[in-house]
């Protein structure tokens, strides 16, 4: 850290009433050294991330930080004040003030110094040396570890005490040395070694906006506080020093879990089924022990947390045993789900466009030259207008957020602009897929190059998408663009070309992808297919007539769930029957996944079932030439439906087949001797149980 701080970065009698001048004053000493260009923007990014979240601690300590394009490289600005100066904290004013200044590329080796200090500023032998030492170069050297906090200590004129000792008991939970600064596990190898017993274990989670100070405070508080309860604390810290997944066996082997964070936590799935507090990072910094008794009291009543809805595939990918073929469905999962908003909010924009101004509505001029209030044909051209910009997104962001599950962050910028070239190209769906896991390859590739450490800084914000970027590009214009255009135009021309026996095996095949897994990667796939189609200002008709099968078939699992347990409600569990009542709403608005409860609980039954009305729904639409422009909506947009009528007859054809088939299959379940007496479904739960069956079987 020698170059971090200097004697001239440090003021031991600041004289600042605010904290707006306090970081003022430290900030022109690194303009005058050069370590800042432009002390107005600077002061304003300081004044930026101020207003997210003050950065008072208690304890006595301001820890002004932020990063900013006017940094030309990590500094630590130093001031002591004897008045004190309001940050925000609980406790009362600052006296010891770090203005921590961070290019906006700063490199991990940087990072990991600056979350070294602020890991130390919980150490209460650490501040108490701060508010001793007399001399500006010794208080350098104290910050950058060239000196001991003992050895400065010593120094320290006979008498010396702290400007404010009783903020030193509250600065940390308990007493550790600074050679705890850097690590991550507590040792309480003398709590557990008399009598045996295992500790109490946490997993704890910290993250920060910035990543650079408040993150790595919390985890110093939290495991001191372990240390001092006898409880073992093992950290992630999610910050910009780096983020390494804590071992798989370490969060299996924890009785509680602590999150203590502003920005959300990555793979925040892999905490689920424990324990769990759940609190923003200060609260780690400032009450751990609170903390550690809540989720050990959580852990003794037996509140657990309760599987997190899954996230992104982008935020589940990542584990080194999985195999290539589940990662590329992860990557292709990825792009589609932050694709999908785009579609629903531009169809049925597009769609309503249409509905209010009419099919003739793609051809008026722009609303910037043309608009009246009280035209309903201006308020149509408005929304289709809208429309059609967001359905330019679809195959960007689909390339983008497929190089993203790959690369996270760098690959996005490789992968909009390979998305965006094959839109120029008119490479469209295809292209974007290519373009995406083009662009996740190579920034994969990039990375796995080894930079000298003079360039690590650029390399995020320079280097990887100047370089992705041109690779990218090159690949897409003069290499696989003009044969993934050519493939796009077949496919599209033999669509267009479907008449007959041809769209209604085609509908066929769509209605059983659609029901196949419920929402799940197969279902994508079929809807994907067909969003692609309508996703231009004017879709041929066998796109929207192919977007109105997969929707007709997405709506039947659910609506026949429903139908069923109402039919035959002594088919089903009582749990069933009231899932039931919500698939009407689920299946009625074109929400698979409404069917999934009945699925899980009998899927050889529900599923295949499923499948065969699904089918039955899509080529019955493909037949009756029913015809959709909006990509969602379910029965809310059957006015936007060519031929509506035939179009509902396909879907309740295929809920009835469906339902029949559910209910034949569940009824064909061993039965209870006869004579009996018992119903239906209160014999067969008889048989099962008498045969060790699981009743849902």
Same mark, same amino acid.
């Given at each position: 850290m020698s170059e971090m701080i200097t004697a001239d970065l440090v003021d031991l009698d600041l004289s600042a009433e605010t904290k707006e001048a306090a970081a003022r004053a430290l900030a022109e000493r690194m303009v005058t050294l050069g370590r800042v260009t432009d002390l107005e923007g600077f002061l304003a990014d300081v004044a930026a991330r101020e207003a997210q979240m003050p950065t008072g601690l208690d304890g006595g300590i301001g820890i002004p930080h932020c990063r900013s394009e006017h940094v030309t490289e990590p500094t630590l600005g130093f001031g002591r004040s004897a008045a004190g100066i309001d940050f925000g904290a609980p406790d009362g004013p600052a006296d010891l003030i770090f203005l921590i200044a961070a290019p906006t590329g700063a490199d991990d080796a940087h990072l990991?110094?600056?979350?070294?200090?602020? !890991?130390?500023?919980?150490?209460?032998?650490?501040?108490?040396?701060?508010?001793?030492?007399?001399?500006?170069?010794?208080?350098?050297?104290?910050?950058?570890?060239?000196?001991?906090?003992?050895?400065?200590?010593?120094?320290?004129?006979?008498?010396?005490?702290?400007?404010?000792?009783?903020?030193?008991?509250?600065?940390?939970?308990?007493?550790?040395?600074?050679?705890?600064?850097?690590?991550t596990t507590t040792d309480t190898t003398a709590d557990t070694g008399a009598s045996g017993e295992r500790p109490f274990r946490i997993v704890a989670v910290t993250s920060c906006p910035t990543g650079i100070a408040h993150t790595y405070m919390a985890a110093e508080s939290l495991e001191n506080a372990g240390r001092e309860a006898g409880v073992e604390v093992v950290v992630e810290t999610q910050g910009s020093a780096g983020f390494t997944r804590?071992?798989?066996?370490?969060?299996?082997?924890?009785?509680?879990?602590?999150?203590?964070?502003?920005?959300?936590?990555?793979?925040?799935?892999?905490?689920?089924?424990?324990?769990?507090?759940?609190?923003?990072?200060?609260?780690?910094?400032?009450?751990?022990?609170?903390?550690?008794?809540?989720?050990?009291?959580?852990?003794?009543?037996?509140?657990?947390?309760?599987?997190?809805?899954?996230?992104?595939?982008?935020?589940?990918?990542?584990?080194?045993?999985?195999?290539?073929?589940?990662?590329?469905?992860?990557?292709?999962?990825?792009?589609?789900?932050?694709?999908?908003?785009?579609?629903?909010?531009?169809?049925?924009?597009?769609?309503?466009?249409?509905?209010?101004?009419?099919?003739?509505?793609?051809?008026?001029?722009?609303?910037?030259?043309?608009?009246?209030?009280?035209?309903?044909?201006?308020?149509?051209?408005?929304?289709?207008?809208?429309?059609?910009?967001?359905?330019?997104?679809?195959?960007?962001?689909?390339?983008?957020y497929i190089a993203y599950g790959m690369a996270d962050r760098p690959g996005l910028v490789p992968g909009f602009v390979g998305g965006a070239i094959s839109l120029t190209i008119n490479a469209g769906f295809?292209?974007?897929?290519?373009?995406?896991?083009?662009?996740?390859?190579?920034?994969?590739?990039?990375?796995?190059?080894?930079?000298?450490?003079?360039? !690590?800084?650029?390399?995020?914000?320079?280097?990887?998408?100047?370089?992705?970027?041109?690779?990218?590009?090159?690949?897409?214009?003069?290499?696989i663009g003009k044969p993934i255009a050519s493939a796009q135009k077949g496919m599209t021309d033999w669509l267009n070309g479907l008449t007959g026996?041809?769209?209604?095996?085609?509908?066929?095949?769509?209605?059983?992808?659609?029901?196949?897994?419920?929402?799940?990667?197969?279902?994508?796939?079929?809807?994907?297919?067909?969003?692609?189609?309508?996703?231009?200002?004017?879709?041929?008709?066998?796109?929207?007539?192919?977007?109105?099968?997969?929707?007709?078939?997405?709506?039947?699992?659910?609506?026949?769930?429903?139908?069923?347990?109402?039919?035959?409600?002594?088919?089903?569990?009582?749990?069933?029957?009231?899932?039931?009542?919500?698939?009407?709403?689920?299946?009625?608005?074109?929400?698979?996944?409404?069917?999934?409860?009945?699925?899980?609980?009998?899927?050889?039954?529900?599923?295949?079932?499923?499948?065969?009305?699904?089918?039955?729904t899509g080529s019955l639409s493909m037949a009756f030439g029913a015809t959709l422009r909006a990509p969602h909506g379910g029965i809310f947009v059957v006015p936007l439906i060519g031929n509506p009528f035939l179009y509902l007859i396909a879907i309740a054809a295929g809920v009835c087949v469906t339902t029949a088939l559910v209910v034949v299959l569940k009824g064909m379940r061993k039965q209870a001797p006869e004579g009996t007496g018992a119903g239906v479904a209160d014999t067969a739960i008889a048989a099962k149980v008498d045969s060790k069956e699981p009743v849902a079987a």
């Open positions: 990991t110094i600056l979350s070294s200090l602020a !890991r130390q500023l919980m150490n209460a032998e650490f501040t108490s040396a701060l508010r001793a030492v007399d001399d500006a170069a010794a208080a350098a050297a104290l910050i950058r570890g060239d000196e001991s906090p003992a050895a400065a200590a010593s120094t320290a004129p006979e008498g010396t005490e702290s400007t404010d000792g009783s903020k030193d008991s509250v600065a940390v939970s308990a007493a550790a040395s600074a050679d705890t600064a850097t690590g804590l071992d798989p066996a370490v969060i299996a082997a924890a009785d509680g879990v602590i999150f203590a964070h502003d920005v959300p936590v990555r793979d925040k799935d892999r905490f689920a089924g424990k324990p769990t507090v759940d609190v923003g990072v200060k609260a780690g910094i400032n009450k751990p022990a609170e903390l550690i008794t809540e989720v050990r009291g959580k852990a003794e009543r037996g509140e657990v947390s309760a599987g997190s809805a899954p996230g992104t595939p982008v935020e589940r990918s990542g584990e080194s045993t999985e195999g290539y073929g589940t990662k590329l469905r992860k990557w292709l999962m990825s792009g589609v789900s932050y694709m999908v908003p785009f579609v629903a909010a531009g169809g049925l924009l597009i769609a309503l466009g249409f509905a209010i101004g009419g099919y003739k509505i793609n051809k008026a001029p722009s609303v910037m030259d043309h608009f009246m209030w009280l035209q309903a044909d201006s308020w149509g051209a408005l929304f289709f207008q809208i429309g059609v910009v967001s359905f330019g997104f679809l195959v960007p962001v689909l390339a983008g295809l292209g974007g897929l290519a373009a995406g896991l083009i662009a996740g390859g190579v920034v994969i590739g990039i990375q796995k190059v080894k930079i000298p450490a003079s360039l !690590r800084g650029i390399m995020p914000v320079v280097v990887i998408p100047l370089i992705s970027a041109a690779i990218v590009g090159f690949l897409m214009f003069v290499v026996t041809n769209a209604v095996l085609l509908g066929a095949l769509l209605g059983l992808m659609m029901c196949f897994d419920l929402g799940g990667p197969v279902n994508k796939v079929a809807y994907t297919f067909a969003t692609a189609g309508i996703a231009v200002a004017s879709p041929s008709d066998s796109a929207m007539k192919i977007m109105a099968a997969v929707m007709a078939a997405g709506m039947v699992p659910p609506l026949a769930m429903a139908l069923a347990t109402t039919v035959r409600g002594r088919l089903f569990t009582q749990t069933e029957r009231e899932n039931g009542k919500a698939a009407w709403v689920l299946g009625a608005s074109f929400i698979s996944e409404g069917a999934i409860p009945f699925a899980a609980a009998d899927p050889l039954r529900v599923i295949p079932s499923a499948m065969v009305g699904g089918a039955v």
